[in-house]
């Protein structure tokens, strides 16, 4: 017989917090939500755990002592640990938003929070997390373009690209929606969880990035703009 849902093992949390009494007033609250959680109170206790207990997704507080929540979620990426991360700071400014979700968290929460919210985007990292563990999608291809979604590969023939987290997941949403047109609200809320504005460049600059990337040996033109509207990837006529 399958286990139902309410049968498995609770998830294992892992919190990330200086601050005593924000730290174990969070793991009291996720306890209660029956989560098994472990605390760590710097980036290096944080790291460490992340190695020793492989949890199932990171509550991160970006500033802590010894090592900051930005260099841990750059560590644990450049490991190729696609642990959740859910980062947790007092900035709010758009730029710091940028800065976190640029070094490889999943999305942001700025303090202080409404605690309903922060369990409401727990669930959807870890939903997007089973899915994806679930479901490895295939190879996506465009034209010469081919992209490994399960590895996070990207070639054009034979010559492999290197791109950072952001600019691979702004080109796989372009990839699985190659010949459709996304708005930049709709790039934005995907790929930032954040819509910065109509005046925002933030977009427009990774669209560069791509571009620079992808037509470094002359190549063909993939990602096409498509003017007041927004960005799409298909092969020129």
């Not at 490994?148 to 990207?154: E, H, L, N, Q, S």
Request: proline share 4%; hydrophobic share 40%; aromatic share 6%.
């Amino acid at each position: 017989m399958n286990a139902s849902a309410n049968d498995r093992a609770p998830a294992h949390l892992l919190v990330a917090e200086d601050d005593r009494a924000v730290r174990e007033s969070l793991v009291r609250a996720l306890e209660l939500e029956g989560y098994r959680v472990t605390a760590a109170s710097n980036g290096a206790e944080c790291l460490d755990a992340v190695a020793r207990d492989e949890p199932a997704a990171l509550l991160l507080d970006v500033s802590m002592p010894l090592v900051d929540g930005l260099t841990v979620c750059r560590v644990v990426r450049s490991e190729g640990n696609r642990l959740p991360i859910l980062m947790l700071t007092a900035r709010t400014e758009t730029s710091d938003r940028v800065a976190g979700l640029d070094v490889g968290a999943d999305d942001y929460l700025p303090k202080p929070y409404d605690l309903d919210e922060l369990l409401a985007r727990l669930r959807a990292l870890l939903r997007r997390a089973e899915y994806a563990g679930e479901d490895v999608a295939a190879t996506l291809d465009v034209g010469d373009l081919r992209l490994d979604p399960a590895a996070r590969r990207v070639f054009r023939g034979e010559r492999e690209i290197d791109l950072s987290k952001t600019e691979f997941d702004l080109l796989e949403l372009l990839v699985e929606n190659q010949g459709i047109v996304l708005d930049h609200t709709t790039i934005y809320e995907r790929i930032w969880n954040y819509d910065f504005g109509p005046d925002s460049k933030n977009l427009a600059v990774y669209i560069g990035y791509l571009r620079r990337k992808t037509e470094a040996e002359g190549e063909q033109r993939l990602v096409q703009t498509v003017r007041g509207v927004g960005y799409t990837v298909r092969t020129p006529l």
